[in-house]
């Protein structure tokens, strides 16, 4: 308390300022913890995207497969 009041008194402002100080410091120390939060959101999220776009591509190569099957049967039955 003693750096925040003299601080206050360096910048010769009214006696709200070490409450106005604390609370800037709050909040920057909420932004910093959500920032974190954020960021390992975003990890979780783009790793389950990345798992989702590895499984979106297997299930198109299997359908991809199955399409060339049914046209080789079709071609084949048509003979």
Known sequence: MHTLQATAQATQSTNWSPF????????MIV????SRLLRNL?????????????????????????TLVVAVF???SAV
């Open 20 to 27: 106005i100080l604390m609370g800037l410091i709050g909040a």
């Open 31 to 34: 932004v910093l913890g959500l």
């Open 42 to 66: 975003i990890g979780v999220m783009s790793s389950l995207l990345i798992s989702a776009g590895k499984a979106m591509s297997g299930i198109t190569t299997v359908l991809t497969m199955f």
């Open 74 to 76: 079709m071609a084949v």
